[in-house]
């Protein structure tokens, strides 16, 4: 049965780190590019990373070029590392494949989603 699944998120200090998994099952990430997402109260949607279905290709969101570092695990999983957070990282992240092998930042792009997993940044 396909699903992907999210962990790793909680409550951390800023500037600290939290390492996001995204485990895939029914081979949704074989052959597709993964992406994480993020939404905060309030707020639309919007692009974390994105990664081709080999491993090679990344993209990321100026928000969080430099800090945030995608990876992935062959067809079997996704992560995202997340250094140097701050308060603005706070959301609920989001973990999807691809419609297609190549990296993309549009929502539309992606086909299957995770339910999501919290982040909290505070103090």
């Known amino acids: 049965q396909a699903n992907l699944a999210e962990s790793g998120g909680g409550l951390v200090q800023p500037g600290g780190s939290l390492r996001l998994s995204c485990l895939a099952s029914?081979?949704?990430?074989?052959?597709?590019?993964g992406g994480w997402f993020r939404q905060a109260p309030g707020k639309e949607r919007e692009f974390v990373a994105a990664i081709d279905r080999i491993g090679i290709y990344t993209l990321y969101a100026d928000s969080v070029q430099g800090r945030f570092t995608i990876s992935r695990d062959g067809k079997r999983a996704l992560f995202l590392q997340m250094n140097n957070l701050n308060v603005e990282d706070t959301a609920v992240y989001y973990c999807?494949?691809?419609?297609?092998?190549?990296?993309?930042?549009?929502?539309?792009?992606?086909?299957?989603w995770g339910r999501g997993t919290q982040v909290t940044v505070s103090s």
């Open positions: 029914g081979h949704v990430l074989d052959g597709y590019s």
């Open positions: 999807a494949s691809g419609r297609s092998g190549v990296q993309k930042a549009s929502s539309s792009e992606y086909g299957f």
